[in-house]
């Protein structure tokens, strides 16, 4: 119970959209230092939060993934580097892979100031240094509210590791993850 209360006391969190949240969720949860990861929806209404809804692009949510992490394990500029560099392609605008329409944008929802003003510096930089071929489109904006994904989502990737859609868009994501940051893994 002890180390519970001490966990949540000094954890933090973020929300990342990026695409389909079954990838997103396999490529964070091997992170040292990343407690939790969560599939979900953000950026609309509870009454809105469920799969069947937010597929159809109209609710205003993004699936995405709550990821609770020690800050002093893992910065978030690290959290920052993989979502940018492994988890999805932040200058695909409202699609990632096969999966089109809004609920698919990149998006950072911050929980606190220093997560928007990193955010804010860490796209500059991207931008400023011409990374990608193309502008990044990764939107920043305070986290309204995050709801849990229906349980047969959470940790898919573990799963089915043979679906066909995850051996060929997140299984290619898990072996950029261990050969580019393999030194940051559990």
């Given at each position: 119970?002890?180390i519970?209360?001490?966990t949540?006391?000094?954890?933090?969190?973020v929300v990342?959209?990026?695409?389909?949240?079954?990838g997103?969720?396999?490529?964070?949860?091997p992170l040292?230092?990343?407690e939790?990861?969560v599939?979900?929806y953000?950026?609309?209404e509870?009454?809105?939060a469920?799969?069947?809804?937010v597929?159809t692009?109209t609710?205003g949510h993004?699936?995405?993934?709550?990821?609770?992490?020690?800050?002093?394990?893992i910065s978030?500029r690290?959290?920052?580097?993989?979502?940018?560099?492994?988890a999805?392609d932040?200058?695909?605008?409202?699609r990632?892979?096969?999966?089109e329409g809004?609920q698919?944008?990149s998006?950072?929802?911050?929980t606190?100031?220093?997560q928007?003003?990193e955010a804010a510096?860490?796209?500059?930089?991207?931008?400023a240094?011409?990374?990608?071929?193309?502008?990044v489109?990764?939107?920043?904006a305070?986290?309204?509210?995050f709801y849990?994904a229906?349980?047969?989502?959470q940790?898919?990737?573990?799963h089915?590791p043979?679906?066909?859609y995850?051996?060929?868009?997140?299984?290619?994501?898990?072996v950029?993850l261990k050969?580019?940051y393999?030194k940051?893994l559990k």
């Amino acid at each position: 119970m002890h180390i519970a209360f001490f966990t949540i006391l000094f954890a933090a969190r973020v929300v990342f959209a990026g695409g389909c949240f079954w990838g997103m969720q396999a490529v964070f949860e091997p992170l040292r230092g990343v407690e939790r990861v969560v599939a979900g929806y953000a950026g609309g209404e509870a009454s809105t939060a469920h799969y069947e809804m937010v597929s159809t692009g109209t609710t205003g949510h993004a699936e995405s993934v709550e990821i609770t992490y020690d800050p002093k394990t893992i910065s978030f500029r690290q959290l920052l580097d993989v979502y940018f560099n492994v988890a999805h392609d932040p200058t695909q605008l409202n699609r990632q892979g096969p999966d089109e329409g809004p609920q698919y944008r990149s998006e950072i929802y911050y929980t606190t100031p220093q997560q928007r003003d990193e955010a804010a510096k860490y796209i500059a930089d991207l931008e400023a240094r011409h990374v990608f071929g193309a502008p990044v489109v990764t939107k920043i904006a305070a986290l309204p509210a995050f709801y849990a994904a229906e349980p047969y989502h959470q940790d898919f990737v573990a799963h089915n590791p043979w679906n066909p859609y995850v051996v060929i868009n997140d299984k290619p994501k898990l072996v950029k993850l261990k050969m580019t940051y393999g030194k940051w893994l559990k």
